[in-house]
């Protein structure tokens, strides 16, 4: 059974930073896409950035995001740096069913909140 549990949001000022983690258990993260999703409320769920090999991010978030994993550790991370009220919002990790890159994201983690205050 996949588990995925996010940890570090909170409430930051605009232009502070904040760390996510995604701990994973019965899943070898590094063999697998690990993605981080948002939802704003009243908004759909939006795509921020994954890594199989290379991180990949979505234009709102290129240059002040950065995507990591830690193979050690089976964590991956979302360092988050210059903050927007903008980017407050519920964030989950997943990860995708085949290995390295094939499949859909199938295992979502609970979410954690990130609020950003003006």
């Given at each position: 059974q996949v588990q995925l549990v996010e940890s570090g949001g909170?409430?930051?000022?605009?232009?502070?930073?904040?760390?996510l983690s995604c701990a994973a258990s019965g899943r070898?993260?590094?063999?697998?896409?690990?993605?981080?999703f948002r939802q704003a409320p009243g908004k759909e769920r939006e795509f921020v950035a994954a890594?199989?090999?290379?991180?990949?991010?979505?234009?709102s978030v290129k240059g002040r995001f950065t995507i990591?994993?830690?193979?050690?550790?089976?964590?991956?991370?979302?360092?988050?740096?210059?903050?927007?009220?903008?980017?407050?919002?519920?964030?989950?990790?997943?990860v995708k069913d085949q290995l390295l890159g094939g499949g859909e994201y199938t295992?979502?983690?609970?979410?954690?909140?990130?609020t950003v205050s003006s």
């Open positions: 909170g409430l930051v000022q605009a232009g502070g930073s904040l760390r070898i993260l590094s063999l697998y896409t690990t993605g981080w890594i199989t090999f290379t991180p990949t991010y979505a234009d990591s994993r830690d193979n050690a550790k089976n964590t991956v991370y979302l360092q988050m740096n210059s903050l927007k009220p903008e980017d407050t919002a519920v964030y989950y990790c997943a295992y979502w983690g609970q979410g954690t909140q990130v």
